[in-house]
């Protein structure tokens, strides 16, 4: 039997569970869709290539540090 307040830990548990794997999502898609932008319009060009090759190491990062902020949030 699962008493209430257990029910309601779980419930707020799964909830934060889903924040973060969405937001562990949500994030570098929405870099990589920048890049992808990036790469078609303004790379094509010629131009800007530092700035496409810190784009490409700053999108490693932001997949990284999501991946281990995910994993200490829920140790």
Do not use: D, K, M
Request: hydrophobic share 60%; with cysteine.
């Amino acid at each position: 039997r699962i008493s209430t307040h257990a029910a309601i830990g779980i419930s707020a548990r799964i909830r934060q569970i889903f924040y973060i794997s969405a937001a562990n999502f949500v994030f570098p898609l929405i870099f990589n869709i920048v890049l992808i932008v990036f790469f078609t319009t303004v790379a094509t060009a010629g131009q800007h290539l530092v700035l496409g090759e810190l784009l490409v190491s700053i999108n490693s990062y932001v997949t990284v540090l999501g991946v281990l902020c995910a994993t200490v949030w829920f140790s």
